[in-house]
């Protein structure tokens, strides 16, 4: 996916690196953060990471959710 660097994980913690804008670290991080936010789903950023710890009772059905509202912001990131 367009701008993803890396993507890491141990059980449902994960964190997914974005490539940062050139004089602007953080801002693509925080751009899909806002965009996330505003569809619903809360993730956390630090630096141009997006960092996904949701609580350990989380269903199948969110998990999905969860996915395909971030697969979507990411698409639109520029």
Do not use: W, Y
């Amino acid at each position: 996916m367009r701008h993803v660097i890396d993507v890491r994980n141990l059980g449902l913690v994960a964190g997914i690196e974005l490539e940062s804008i050139p004089l602007k670290p953080g801002k693509r991080a925080f751009d899909c953060f806002l965009q996330c936010f505003e569809k619903g789903l809360l993730v956390r950023t630090t630096g141009d990471i997006i960092a996904l710890s949701p609580p350990l009772i989380i269903e199948k059905e969110h998990i999905d959710r969860l996915l395909e509202i971030l697969t979507a912001v990411l698409q639109e990131l520029e």
